[in-house]
């Protein structure tokens, strides 16, 4: 048995449907009659593996821009995609100009300090401008004077970033609009982005040049409506029974004794826990989908394990073959918020480097 062979019946795993990330794509893509879509696939693509969700949307879509966090995923997206156009995020450092143009990467200047590192460059950049988010970008100070001043700078792209894009009605979208609309007047030659994947859906007028969705395109969803029509989940994580046990009555399970068998009782321990991203789930609540089944965990989660409650007829056939649906078709990313304190972010990002990764991607016919 080799290593790989190990690492597989060990773990609980990942599986990527690589298609249905393509096909996310493609619905958000759709929402926009004029503006090109780019991919957003920092820390790790959401978690899924940026090595493989990247290549996939490059050579099945008409996707060629991706925006990534840090110049450190930027070096490791260029060794996966040569001619793919790649922006980062967190700005430039002076330290790392070397680095932005040996490996042909594009820094999104975030304040004037940043155009002055730039400056003298001929490669391609882009300008961040803060509409109201008052995160990273130009401050109206700072837009102000750069919008005034001549620059020899090559601006590839302007940007923004919305604040309320998840509350459709929140005004502070339109001023946001706004804002960057005047900007975006003001340099009338360079293509604009505002959205991300909830803004996508705002509207038509919110769409600029560009599109820029993240979560969306993994199968999470960043608003409180509902997910979009053609939005599909993507992954599922699975794990394994480490062990069956019988409680007597009055008998606990793990850390604090904080569930106590009621009455005679089964119970499974399933080997994934907090180091492979089962983060924070509500020791009351937390829900896992095995034999056709939403069953209950029980007890708190520790480190490296979970425990959940066969004692129903139901599961008397279960055994250490079968496995456990975590997050997936049946435990939903929707249903497992519910009962976390966590979201659709934390959830995605924080899954484990532990897990065994496999990914599906079928050939276009």
């Not at 919305?162 to 706004?178: F, I, T």
């Not at 560009?210 to 997910?227: F, W």
């Not at 089944?293 to 029980?298: D, H, W």
Request: glycine fraction near 8%; charge should be negative.
């Amino acid at each position: 048995m080799t290593a790989a062979d190990i690492f597989a019946n060990a773990s609980a795993s990942l599986n990527v449907d690589l298609n249905r990330i393509i096909e996310n794509y493609e619905t958000l893509a759709g929402q926009s009659k004029n503006a090109n879509c780019a991919a957003v696939v920092k820390a790790n693509a959401y978690g899924l593996g940026m090595d493989n969700v990247a290549p996939a949307l490059y050579h099945n879509t008409n996707c060629t821009t991706f925006f990534v966090a840090n110049i450190i995923e930027a070096i490791e997206l260029r060794t996966l995609l040569k001619d793919a156009v790649i922006y980062v995020f967190n700005g430039l450092f002076e330290d790392h100009i070397d680095l932005f143009v040996e490996h042909d990467i594009r820094p999104i200047l975030n304040d004037l300090a940043q155009v002055a590192l730039w400056q003298e460059q001929l490669e391609p950049c882009a300008i961040h401008f803060d509409t109201g988010i008052n995160r990273l970008g130009f401050s109206e100070h700072e837009t102000e004077q750069f919008l005034n001043t001549r620059n020899d700078l090559n601006v590839s792209l302007i940007l923004s970033h919305l604040s309320s894009s998840d509350e459709p009605e929140n005004p502070a979208n339109k001023h946001q609009l706004q804002k960057l609309q005047k900007i975006s007047n003001t340099l009338p030659n360079i293509p604009a982005s505002l959205c991300n994947s909830a803004g996508i859906f705002l509207g038509e007028e919110y769409h600029f040049d560009m599109l820029r969705p993240g979560i969306m395109l993994y199968g999470g969803n960043p608003r409180t409506l509902p997910l979009p029509g053609g939005i599909k989940n993507t992954f599922e994580i699975k794990g394994k029974i480490l062990q069956i046990r019988e409680l007597k009555t009055g008998m606990s399970v793990g850390y604090n004794g904080i569930w106590t068998a009621q009455k005679p009782s089964r119970i499974a321990h399933i080997n994934v826990g907090y180091a492979d991203g089962y983060l924070k789930l509500n020791e009351i609540n937390g829900k896992v989908f095995l034999n056709g089944e939403i069953v209950s965990v029980i007890g708190k989660v520790s480190m490296d394990m979970i425990a959940i409650d066969i004692t129903d007829r139901i599961f008397d056939k279960i055994s250490l073959k079968d496995e456990i649906e975590l997050i997936g078709s049946n435990i939903t990313l929707e249903m497992a918020s519910e009962v976390s304190t966590l979201g659709h972010y934390q959830l995605l990002t924080g899954i484990g480097h532990r897990l065994h990764k496999n990914y599906k991607l079928e050939a276009k016919a």
